[in-house]
């Protein structure tokens, strides 16, 4: 299956998922009279319009290049990751200011069944960063590494209720609000987690140099190419889940201007067969001497 086709299914799965547990938090919350559910819940809701916006990301990245995009379309996934992001801090913000209006406001306890729902959730949501990151990983798509990071997020949160709710009904009367307070750090721990999604797609942006794993796999690969002395500049600019490669090879400066440009035909060749996420590859000839 394709990096593509890997990246779309895993988001329609990360849709599907999100839909029914925001479901699930929004009814719990609402009749368990918990606030930190129902915090959980605005984050899930939000989760379900960001992993369509990933989607669309995703889907128009895959656009080939044209006459106005000779590098393709693929810097659209992390100006999609910082939509995302945006929904994210919006999400944290009205989680914030309605946990501390309830923790000004008297109320009921949560009810203990909430708990119940909570751990399962838990228990769904890490498993869901687990299938989503290793696909991320797979595709070299930031865009789906965010949606991850909504899922481990929400998990966390999660727990933050799960506590807030223990002390609550453990403590009782008096601590109510404990529920409030889990909410309030829940927001926290989102506008954290922002940053942490935010800082890797602005570099993805500014090409920032953070492939050294990539550029070792090219100069491997490269001096092991009949008539290739050695490498020297080796540039990787990330577009979408594709890498576009500008490399500087020495060969022999005593062969012909043809036998310099089919070494590094060959060498073109052999990378885009050997790495499948390199959509393109420049090469450029040095003597030796």
Known sequence: M?????????????ILSNALLATIKWTAG????????IADAIESTTDIF?????LFGIKYSSKPADKNHPYGHGRIEPLVTFLVVGLLISSAIIIAVHAIENIKTPHELPHAWTLIVLFIIIAWKEKSYRIVVKKSKETKSSSLKADAWHHRSDAITSVAAFIGISIALILG???ESADDWAA???SAFILYNCYLIFRPALGEIMDEDTHDDIINKIREVSIKTEGVIGTEKCFVRKT???FHIDLHITVDSKISV???HDISHKLKRILEEEMKEISNVLIHIEPNE
């Open 2 to 14: 394709s990096h593509q086709k890997t990246a779309e299914n895993t988001i329609y799965f990360s």
């Open 30 to 37: 609402f009749f368990g009279n918990s606030y930190a559910l």
């Open 50 to 54: 960001s992993s369509i916006l990933v």
């Open 173 to 175: 009367q008096g601590y």
């Open 184 to 186: 309030l750090f829940a």
């Open 240 to 242: 979408g889940m594709q």
């Open 258 to 260: 043809k036998e310099g």
